[in-house]
């Protein structure tokens, strides 16, 4: 039987189980990779960088996991926080448009480039404050309270943010939506 992630923290901060924690990282990285690829636009070599620094960072924070919200949300918040710093030092954000592209249909090839295109220069129009929340809530399906406790936001600026973010996107993505 498989241990749940409470059983594995637990046994980490019990016994500093190493294997624990790796099976911990091993049912997670996979999530937290992704989130950073969205975040830094798909360049490799930060998103190694920034994913070692997150486990790093969450086994020597352990203790301080209360516990309060999901493991993995906790690790995103962890991961975010490692990402704006190496914005503030880096001062570029590059964006992967790809990830909001579900929008139900399959269209055709050249539909799907220049849905693809069109949607690219759309998200370019948001801050990244309104990108990331729209990654979170979208792609990877947290709640508004879930993407609060990450990012260390009043649930108030989550939902601003994605409002704002829905209000910009609408009129620049209508001639694929003609039923608005």
């Keep these: 039987m498989t241990a749940s ?13 190493r294997a624990a924690f790796g099976e ?3 049912r997670h990285q996979s999530a937290v990779r992704r989130f950073l ?3 830094t636009g798909g360049d490799a070599a930060l998103v190694d960088d920034l994913a070692q620094e997150t486990f790093l960072q969450a086994h020597r924070s352990l203790a301080q ?10 690790l995103f918040g962890i991961a975010h926080n490692h990402w704006r710093n190496a914005r503030r030092r880096q001062r570029t954000v590059p964006l992967e448009p790809e990830h909001l592209a579900a929008l139900g249909t399959s269209p055709s090839p050249a539909a799907a480039s220049d849905l693809k295109s069109d949607l690219g220069q759309a998200l370019d129009a ?4 309104e990108r990331t929340a729209l990654h979170l ?4 399906g947290f709640s508004h309270s879930e993407i ?9 600026t989550v939902k601003t943010h994605l409002n704002r973010s829905k209000e910009k996107l609408r009129p620049l993505l209508a001639a694929w939506n003609p039923q608005t």
């Design 37 to 39: 690829r969205h975040l």
């Design 5 to 17: 992630d409470s059983e594995l923290l637990a046994r980490v901060r019990l016994a500093d189980d």
């Design 24 to 26: 911990l990282v091993r």
């Design 148 to 156: 609060a406790a990450l990012l260390d936001w009043p649930l108030g």
């Design 126 to 129: 948001l801050a990244p404050d």
């Design 137 to 140: 809530c979208y792609q990877e």
């Design 65 to 74: 996991f209360r516990g309060d919200a999901a493991f993995t949300t906790w």
